[in-house]
């Protein structure tokens, strides 16, 4: 079959049950390769239960009722380090106690880890980073898997609210605990 050279290489046209033919694609400029090199990322390796706790000491009774006066006392703290070359693990620790005046309802501690590969990101970010955008990456995680371990453990699950991890940073800066990779609390 002889080719038609009035089509020469234009592309074919399908009947839409192919892939269409993609339009070439631009190859970027050396400014935007570069802009795009030393743009700060983030990238979320991986996140995982470190450690996990759930006790309730008067069960079966405790799950009758929450008795009289029921408290609730809720601790965080937020730690930080390296681990490889641009790679640092973030652990969201939780404390929840439960208590009445019949005794205590329920405990859980649970430790929340995420391992974070930083690029591009300048040194006099690289705290707030840590303590501030890798634990609000890891808080709706670390929320779910603490409603749910108490919902397992036949209580109604704790739905926590949100934390400002910003303003927490900002508090610790404030109270003199600012260096860097330190304990942030709550």
């Known amino acids: 079959m002889a080719k038609n050279k009035a ?7 399908t009947n839409g049950d192919g892939p269409s033919p993609e339009p070439p694609i631009a190859a970027p400029d050396a400014a935007a390769g ?3 090199a030393t743009q700060p ?11 996990l706790s ?14 009289q006066n029921p408290q609730l006392k809720v601790g965080v703290n937020v730690n930080a380090g390296p681990r490889a070359e641009d790679t640092y693990e973030v652990a969201l620790q939780l404390e929840v106690h ?3 005046d019949q005794g205590v309802i329920y405990n859980v501690e649970l430790v929340y880890g995420g391992l974070f590969r930083l690029k591009g990101v300048p040194p006099n970010l690289l705290q707030p980073v840590l303590f501030v955008d890798c634990p609000t990456i890891l808080f ?11 919902r397992d453990g036949g209580f109604p699950p704790l739905m926590l609210d949100p934390i400002d991890f910003g303003r927490l940073y900002a508090q610790n800066l404030t109270q003199g605990q600012g260096d860097p990779l330190a304990r942030a609390k709550n």
């Open 41 to 51: 990322q983030l990238t979320v390796l991986a996140q995982y239960i470190k450690d």
């Open 54 to 67: 759930f006790e309730s000491p008067t069960a079966p009774q405790s799950l009758q009722g929450p008795g």
């Open 7 to 13: 089509t020469g290489n234009r592309p074919k046209k």
């Open 140 to 150: 709706p995680f670390l929320r779910r898997v603490l409603a749910d371990v108490i």
């Open 98 to 100: 439960a208590k009445s």
């Open 34 to 36: 570069a802009k795009a």
